[in-house]
């Protein structure tokens, strides 16, 4: 019922910047939390970020929080995941995802109903 789109990855140096971005389609979100999550090569998906549309409620995994800003356009149904200071250590697939239950916060990745393809991100030392 949901398609989720990201774009805005690419190779970027140490200390520099990118803004990813997600466009939401198929039905209203209203209700959802829409979250960033990363997976690194041999690594498990890894939350990052979410944000609810209703109230633009934020939340941040320790390791990238101070450097990453999440937002949204809901004129757009487009996310928003604003990164900077970029560690060789943020280098991984990054992927937008959908939560539809409730007012939990979910870190786990299973927990989320869609998904987009991803969009990679490299960051040299």
């Known amino acids: 019922q949901v398609q989720l789109v990201e774009s805005g990855g690419g190779l970027v140096q140490a200390g520099g910047s990118l803004r990813l971005s997600c466009a939401a389609s198929?039905?209203?979100?209203?209700?959802?939390?829409m979250g960033w999550f990363r997976q690194a090569p041999g690594k498990e998906r890894e939350f990052v970020a979410a944000?609810?549309?209703?109230?633009?409620?934020?939340y941040y995994a320790d390791s990238v929080k101070g450097r990453c800003t999440a937002s949204r356009d809901n004129a757009k149904n487009t996310v928003y995941l604003q990164m900077s200071s970029l560690k060789a250590e943020d280098t991984a697939v990054y992927y937008c995802?959908?939560?539809?239950?409730?007012?939990?916060?979910?870190?786990?990745?299973?927990?989320?109903?869609?998904w987009g393809q991803g969009t990679q991100v490299t960051v040299s030392s």
């Open positions: 995802a959908a939560h539809m239950a409730g007012w939990r916060t979910p870190v786990d990745a299973r927990e989320y109903n869609y």
């Open positions: 198929g039905r209203t979100f209203s209700g959802y939390l």
């Open positions: 944000i609810r549309w209703s109230t633009g409620s934020t």
